[in-house]
C-alpha cells in the first residue's frame, strides 16, 4: 500500500523542524553551507530502498503507479530538493531510458544494480547546445570490439560517484534525426574517462554536477543504432511530466514556513497572518498549489491511460508547473520580507528552497523549449479533438492501467482527451450555477483558439516562429491547468475537493479555512491532504 510506504518513509526521515534530527532542517541546512549531500538523508533512503521505486514491478521493483512515485518523492522534496534530485531523480532519468530502449537483458542488469542501491547517471546536455539534443557532439564511433566514446559531457548528475552512466551520443556526422544513439558506459577505476570540476551554482549546492571526458571510452549501444534521439524523447516525457510534479513538495514546505513565521510576527498591533492582504495571497499560494498538482495528477495518470498523447501534456505540465510553483514561492517571499533571504534562524531553510527550486524552470527542459514543442501541435489538436467531446474516466479517478513504455510517442497526432472532456463535462446537469459558468466560458475560449491554431501556417511554427504565434501555448496551457481542475473535482472522492471552492475563482474564506486547519494538524498542503509526520 501507497499509505504505508509513505508513513515508512517520513517515519524514516523524522520531524523537519526538530533540531535534533540527523535529517531536519538545521541537518540539512548545514550540509548545505557545507556543499554536502545530506549524509543522513542519503541512509535514510538507502534504508527505505528508494532505488526500487524507480524499477518497473516486472524487474523486481515497486514502479507500477507514477501518482504513487510522485507523492513519495514529494516526501522528499519537501525537506530537501538536492536528497530529492541527487539521490533519486537521477537514476530515475536513466532508468526510464532503459526501460524504453535497452535491451531485457539490458534492462533486468540495469535494475540489479538499482536494487543493489548503485547508482546509474545520465549525460545526455551539453552546455554548449542546451535543448538541441540534434546538435550534440559527443561522438562515439565503431571499432572492431564495440563502440568507442570520445568527447565530453558537461554538468551531470552524480556523474563520479555512479556504477554506470547512459549516453547520448552521436554515431553518425550526418545530421538529422538518426545521427545518435543510446550507449551504456560502464565506470570503474582506469575506464578511460575524466571527471571535470563542479560547476558552482547558486542553488543545489550539496548536488554533485560535474562532468566527464571520455578518451576511446568503451561502450555498448541502448537499441538500434541511430535511435537515440526517438528513444530519448519518447522516455523523457516520463521524467518531463513526473519531475515538476515532485517539486510541488517545495512549495509545501515553504508555504508552511511562512504561515508559521506569518503567524508569530507582529505587525501593526497584531499578527501579520491578520492582514487582509496577507490572508489573499496564502489563499492564491494555496490554490495555485493545488492547481499545480491537478494538472500534474492528470498528466500523470495519461502516461498510463493516453501514452500516445503525453507528447502533448508532458510539456505542458512543465511549462504549467514550473510557472505555477515558482510564481508562489516568488509571492511568498514578498510577504516575508528580509526574513526569506537569511542564511540562520528559523526562517533560513527557506531560502535554500528558493534557490534549490529555480532549476524547475529550466532542468532537464527548459520552459521555452515546453513551448517549441507545442507550438507545432496545436492545429492539429485544433482540427481534431478540441471541437469534438470525449469522456475519459481514468484520466482522472480510478486504477490505472500497466505503465507501457513502448507505446509513448513522439507526436499526439491530434488527440486531446483532456480538452476533449471539456464539452462532456458541461453535459452534466449537477453542475453548480458558478462552475457552469466557469466551464462554459472556458468552451468558448476552446472554441476561439480552435478557430485560430486551425488555420496556423506549418512553416511558421518552427523555432523562429513569431512571438505572436508562441503567446497561443500559454493561453492553451491555462486551459488545460483548468479543465484538469474541473474534471478533478467532479471525480473526487469527497472531502474538500469536493467543495468548488478551490476552482476557477477560488473562494478565500473556504480556502483559508482548509489551509489553516492543514497546517493545524500538520497535513499535506497538496491534493492528497495526507498526514505528515
Request: charged share 20%; with cysteine; hydrophobic share 45%.
Amino acid at each position: 500500500m501507497i499509505t504505508d510506504r509513505l508513513a515508512q518513509l517520513e517515519k524514516l526521515l523524522g520531524d523537519l523542524h526538530d533540531p535534533a534530527n540527523p535529517t531536519g532542517a538545521a541537518a540539512v541546512l548545514a550540509a548545505d553551507e557545507r556543499g554536502e549531500m545530506l549524509a543522513a538523508g542519503e541512509t535514510a533512503l538507502h534504508d527505505y530502498g528508494l532505488n526500487a521505486e524507480f524499477v518497473p514491478t516486472a524487474l523486481g521493483g515497486r514502479l507500477d503507479d507514477l501518482e504513487h512515485l510522485v507523492e513519495v518523492m514529494r516526501s522528499v522534496y519537501r525537506r530537501d530538493p538536492v536528497l530529492g534530485l541527487g539521490y533519486g531523480v537521477s537514476s530515475l532519468i536513466s532508468g526510464v531510458l532503459l526501460w524504453t530502449a535497452a535491451s531485457p537483458a539490458q534492462a533486468e542488469a540495469a535494475a540489479t544494480r538499482l536494487l543493489d542501491g548503485e547508482r546509474i547517471a545520465v549525460a545526455v546536455h551539453e552546455l554548449a547546445h542546451g535543448n538541441d539534443m540534434t546538435g550534440m557532439e559527443l561522438a562515439a564511433t565503431l571499432a572492431a570490439d564495440g563502440w568507442l566514446i570520445n568527447g565530453r559531457k558537461e554538468v551531470v548528475t552524480n556523474i563520479q560517484r555512479a556504477q554506470a552512466v547512459v549516453v547520448f551520443a552521436r554515431t553518425d556526422e550526418k545530421p538529422g534525426p538518426r545521427s545518435h544513439t543510446l550507449l551504456l558506459v560502464e565506470r570503474a577505476p582506469g575506464d578511460q574517462t575524466t571527471d571535470l570540476p563542479r560547476y558552482a551554482t547558486s542553488g543545489m549546492r550539496g548536488l554533485q554536477l560535474g562532468g566527464l571526458q571520455f578518451d576511446d571510452t568503451p561502450a555498448v549501444a541502448l537499441g538500434p543504432v541511430g535511435s537515440g534521439l526517438e528513444q530519448a524523447l519518447r522516455a523523457l516525457q516520463v521524467t518531463r511530466t513526473v519531475l515538476p510534479a515532485m517539486a510541488t513538495g517545495v512549495l509545501d514546505t515553504g508555504l508552511r514556513l511562512a504561515i508559521t513565521h506569518l503567524s508569530q510576527r507582529r505587525l501593526y498591533g497584531g499578527t501579520a497572518i491578520e492582514l487582509p492582504h496577507v490572508r489573499a495571497v496564502l489563499g492564491g499560494v494555496f490554490a495555485d498549489l493545488l492547481r499545480a498538482e491537478a494538472i500534474s495528477a492528470v498528466g500523470t495518470r495519461a502516461l498510463h491511460v493516453v501514452p500516445g498523447s503525453a507528447a502533448v501534456y508532458s510539456s505542458a505540465v512543465k511549462f504549467a508547473v514550473s510557472k505555477l510553483v515558482l510564481d508562489a514561492m516568488d509571492r511568498l517571499s514578498e510577504l516575508l520580507g528580509a526574513h526569506f533571504y537569511l542564511r540562520e534562524g528559523p526562517m533560513a531553510l527557506f531560502q535554500k528552497l528558493v534557490r534549490d527550486l529555480a532549476p524547475v524552470g529550466f532542468g532537464h527542459i527548459a520552459r521555452a523549449a515546453c513551448q517549441m514543442s507545442l507550438l507545432p501541435q496545436l492545429p492539429l489538436l485544433a482540427r481534431r479533438s478540441w471541437r469534438t467531446q470525449a469522456d475519459p474516466t481514468a484520466l482522472f479517478h480510478g486504477d490505472l492501467p500497466e505503465l507501457r513504455f513502448d507505446r509513448l510517442a513522439l507526436h499526439a497526432g491530434g488527440q486531446d482527451p483532456v480538452a476533449a472532456s471539456l464539452a462532456s463535462a458541461l453535459q452534466d446537469n449537477g453542475l453548480p450555477h458558478a462552475v457552469r459558468a466557469a466551464a462554459q466560458a472556458d468552451l468558448a475560449e476552446l472554441t476561439d483558439l480552435a478557430e485560430i491554431c486551425a488555420r496556423l501556417p506549418i512553416a511558421e511554427l518552427g523555432v523562429d516562429a513569431p512571438a505572436h504565434h508562441y503567446d497561443l501555448v500559454p493561453r492553451y496551457v491555462r486551459l488545460l491547468v483548468r479543465i484538469s481542475c474541473l474534471q478533478l473535482w467532479r471525480h473526487s472522492d469527497g472531502g474538500f475537493l469536493a467543495d468548488p471552492a478551490w476552482l476557477h475563482e477560488p473562494v478565500e474564506d473556504v480556502l483559508l479555512a482548509e489551509l489553516f486547519s492543514r497546517h493545524r494538524d500538520h497535513c499535506y498542503f497538496g491534493l492528497s491532504g495526507r498526514s505528515l509526520v
